[in-house]
Every structure is written in C-alpha cells, then in structure tokens.
C-alpha cells in the first residue's frame, strides 16, 4: 500500500529492524526477488506520478539490493517507451543474489548498461540506486563523486529506499549524500528519514509496504514513533463546573538584566495554552514591562531565592532557564527551583548550568535542549550530538532520569523508560530566537493541567512545529511570538475546551 508523507504509518525502525522484517516476510514464504520486483513497481509508479511527462531515465547502480532494484525500474522504464540508461558504479558482476537476477532481467530487455564515469552524461530523471540501509562508514569514491555528481546535475533526482550516503538510524550524511526530489522506501520506515541532515536530502516521501503480512510487521521491535494528529496525547475535555485552581499554577522564572523578553514570552505561551495560573519571578526592573504585556500573570520582583520560598509551595509546575543568565542571581534562583518537589521544565541557561554541574536535576523533569546545550550536558561535540541524535536523546533521558526533548530538525522526545517520539514537522523560518522560550512555556502549562511528563513533551513538540509550519509559510521574518495564537487554535482542534 503507498503512503505520502502525510499519510504514513506511526512506526519507526533502524535500519537492522527493517532487515529483519524483511528476513521475517522471506521466511514466511514471499522469496526475496518478488519483494524487489514489488519495490520497484512502487518506485516506478511514483516517479510517473511525480514527473507525468518525463520521458528519460537514468539510473546510477551500485552493488546491493539497493542497485538491484534500479535494474529493475530500468526495466520497467524501457517497457514503457522511455530513453533508459544505467550508469553502473564498479563491476556488475560483482552483483549476488536477487541483485544478481535484476541486473540479469536488465540485460535480457537489452537496457543501456555503462559503467559510470566523472564524465557520464545525467539525462531526464535521476535514480539513486547507488547505495541502500547497510551504509555505516563514511562514502568513499567513487561512490562520493557520484553523489556530487547527481547533486550537481540540475535534474529531478529519485531515490531508491533511501538517499544514498544518509544513515538510516541517525539521519546524518555520511560525508556526502543525495539530495533527492523524492524518495521511496519500503516495508518499514527508517528513523534516519525523518531526522539530522535528512531534511535536505529526503524531499518528497512515499512509503510502500509492499504487501508485507500486518501481523508481522505489528510484531516487530520499533526504534521510535512520528507524532502524527491522529495519534497525539490529548487533554481531557473541560466540564462547565471547571476553575482556574484545577489547571495548575506554573511558575516561570528567568529574565536576567538584559534577557527579560524570554521569560515573558515563556509566560505568555503558558498563559495561552491553557494554564490556570501563571506567576513569573523575575528582575525587579522587569515587572512594569511584564505587567504592561501579560496583566493576566502575577509577576513578582525578585532579588534573591529567599523571596521565591512562599510562592514555590503554591504552585503546581515550575519552568526555569529562560533569560536566567548564569551570574549570581541565577544560581541562587536555579538552586532554590532544584530543591522544589514539583514538576519541572528546565530550559536554557538552566541547562548550562546543570552542564557545568552547578546543581542537580530533580525528579520528574522535562529538559529541552537544542544540539548544542545537548553536547554540553554529554560532555561531547554538538557534531557527535548530531551525528546520532537519537543515541543522544537517550544517553540524556538515562543521565538525568528526565524526559528530554532534544530540539531540531526532527526533534526526539526520549523517556528514561525507552520509549521516543519524533516530530518532523516545522519549517525553515523558525530558525530564530525565542521560539525555545515559547516551548518550554507550553510543556509548563500541559503538566500543569494533568498531563504525564512523556505525554506533555509530546503534544508540546507537535503543537510547535505545526505553528511554526503554519506561520512559516508567511516566510522569513517569523517571531517568536507568532506562534502562540497559532498553537492556541491549533490546541483547541486536538482537544476542545468543551465537547
């Protein structure tokens, strides 16, 4: 069955899961060369439906099955009347197995079969059927010079299963990748498609099963499931009896000399996402301009933690780090959030500090890292944050007994029981400042209204991204800001206030 992005299964696998379903529908008695045939009708279909008046083909072959199912779209192609040459990446009698009979079937129909040289001609549409799943080094010649070749040829560019170069666990480009138009994968969705570098190499996605038994494929491990509208943690309708004191009162607190607009923005999102009540301690010189943008909040001037003592034991949820800066008055700040019994979001500077071992992370906390503030709560590179995000997200929930939403494209949501969602929407135009401030804002105000840890970073993340995308279309220019009205309504479709 074929699925567009929009319309794809919640399962996620690494690329050793995928082999072993693929094994498991083997055993079960579908031989092997079928599923590649399978594969390829799929590819080839959705090529004719992504460019109807395409008429050319070329197709560069490696030496796994990933090639094996290029031959045989070549095939199909030439059947249908198309100008079909196959470009063949090394000796294609090293091809084995059902490769081996693809690249035969090829033969037989008397497709064009080059080997590929730097100066082989790129004609009509571009299939990618160099490299597949088992990729795990980096991309060495001349593998990597036929990447860049097909990145630079200024043609509609497919790929078969997967961009080739990109990890199929981790999404990072392994050296160099494909940057495809459209991808088509098979049986089991690879994690690696949705997060890292693969944001500028997938494209268009669509997924076929390849008639795989469900039976099977619901029975098999998974790495991670994508949030999805129909699959998204909900909060309970409102009965008309309700009142402020049953929706929580978050706490933020931040807003260093110099850093006020965070903490108020985290503020104003916790306000409009639903939180009963929202107080924020911050800088004395702060309150004027806090009272002037959210008078819905209590804010209080705040000069040492000793002041924060009365109000930590009426509240509900704490959000800590935006604006907090890492001086004097933010330790102490921070120190007193950590020795709170309540629920918590740390965010920012609150995660520097943490880093720098300053203070400890109490229990049933949500942190909300971006790459770099990931590396330095792992004490690695932010290149080795990203060059296995999801090992990252994990090693970070088993570290600090923490849900953590590790930020990005396709950011990660990891529990320290194992499990992890993924979120790849967003848009290009959120790359700005304040829109972490407005997240972790939202998360605050989901725990204050009930919901577990797990679940709250989760619908958090969704409602996000879905505003940025939402508002991104508007394009460069985005402000923080402008996503909250946007998560408010989008809130309010995933669970209205009243039935």
Known sequence: MPHTKDDLPDALYSAAQVRGLDASLIAAGTQGFELMQRAARATWRALVRQWPSANELTVLAGHGNNAGDGYLVAVLAKRAGWLVRVLAVGDPQRLQGDAALAHAEAVSDKVSIDAWTAQAELRGVVLDALLGTGLTGEVRAPYADAIAAINACGLPVAAVDIPSGLCADTGRALGTAVHADLTVTFIGLK????????????????????????????????????????????????????????????????????????????????????????????????????????????????????????????????????????????????????????????????????????????????????????????????????????????????????????????????????????????????????????????VGALLAQGMQAFDAACLAVWLHANAGEQQGKNGRGLAASDLIPAIRQLLEEQAPCLK
């Not at 998974?222 to 008309?240: D, E, V, Y």
């Not at 607190?253 to 985290?266: E, K, T």
């Not at 002037?292 to 509240?315: C, F």
């Not at 890492?326 to 979001?345: D, E, H, I, M, T």
């Open 191 to 442: 994690l690696g498609l949705f997060t890292g570098d693969a944001a500028d190499c997938v494209a268009e996605l669509v997924f076929n099963d390849l008639h795989a038994d469900p039976q099977l494929v619901e029975a098999a491990a998974i790495s991670a499931r994508r949030l999805t509208a129909g699959n998204l943690p909900r909060l309970t309708a409102r009965a008309p009896t309700s009142h402020k004191g049953k929706f929580g009162h978050v706490l933020l607190i931040g807003g260093d000399l110099g850093l006020g607009g965070a903490i108020l923005l985290s503020a104003q999102s916790a306000l409009r996402s639903g939180a009963g009540m929202v107080s924020v301690a911050t800088r004395s010189e702060h309150v004027g301009a806090a009272l002037a943008r959210i008078p819905e909040a209590m804010v209080l001037g705040t000069s040492s933690a000793n002041q924060l003592m009365d109000l930590l034991q009426k509240v509900s949820v704490l959000v800590v780090g935006p604006g907090l800066g890492q001086a004097s008055w933010g330790r102490s700040l921070l120190s007193a959030a950590a020795n709170a019994p309540l629920p918590q979001v740390w965010d920012a500077d609150a995660l520097n500090q943490l880093a720098e071992e300053r203070v400890n992370l109490p229990k049933d906390c949500v942190i909300t890292p971006h790459p770099g503030e990931a590396a330095r709560l792992l004490g690695i590179s932010t290149a080795q944050v990203q060059a296995d995000r999801p090992a990252a997200a994990h090693a970070l929930s088993k570290k600090y007994t923490a849900v953590v939403v590790l930020k990005g494209a396709g950011s990660l949501i990891a529990s320290p029981d194992g499990r992890m969602a993924l979120c790849h929407q967003g848009h290009p135009a959120m790359a700005t400042a304040g829109l972490g401030d407005v997240l972790a804002g939202l």
